[in-house]
């Protein structure tokens, strides 16, 4: 049974940095791509960042209104993805989801965060980012 488990969620100011984790158990590792998603209040989700495999080559991608601010990474040797967050704005404020996608053969090239694509998801840390 694969199971992600989002953590690190909290109360931070705007300015500040907090460092999401996502534990994934019942998977091989780096055959999987990840990505967080966020959902605010009233609003849909979006999605935020993905990297996709190793066997694919760890490639990051991120959404415009996160670059230079949000990094994506993952620690095979934990199974753990984590997304670092610096200089955060109000308007990160949300649910954070993580996923995770199947990538056996290395083929997924990430150019976008399409929810449809991904198989698994775990249940959410809340961040709120205080003006």
């Known amino acids: 049974e694969v199971q992600l488990q989002a953590s690190g969620g909290g109360l931070v100011q705007a300015g500040g940095s907090l460092k999401l984790s996502c534990a994934a158990s019942g998977v091989i590792f780096d055959a999987f791509a990840f990505g967080w998603f966020r959902q605010a209040p009233g609003k849909g989700r979006e999605g935020v960042t993905c990297?996709?495999?190793?066997?694919?080559?760890?490639?990051?991608y991120y959404t415009d209104s996160v670059k230079g601010r949000f990094t994506i990474s993952r620690d095979d040797a934990k199974n753990t993805v984590y997304l670092q967050m610096n200089s955060v704005k109000p308007e990160d404020t949300a649910i954070y989801y993580c996923?995770?996608?199947?990538?056996?053969?290395?083929?997924?090239?990430?150019?976008?965060?399409?929810?449809?694509?991904?198989?698994?998801w775990g249940q959410g840390t809340q961040v709120t980012v205080s003006s």
């Open positions: 996923a995770a996608l199947e990538d056996y053969s290395g083929s997924y090239y990430p150019v976008g965060l399409r929810e449809h694509e991904w198989d698994y």
């Open positions: 990297i996709s495999s190793s066997g694919g080559g760890s490639i990051t």
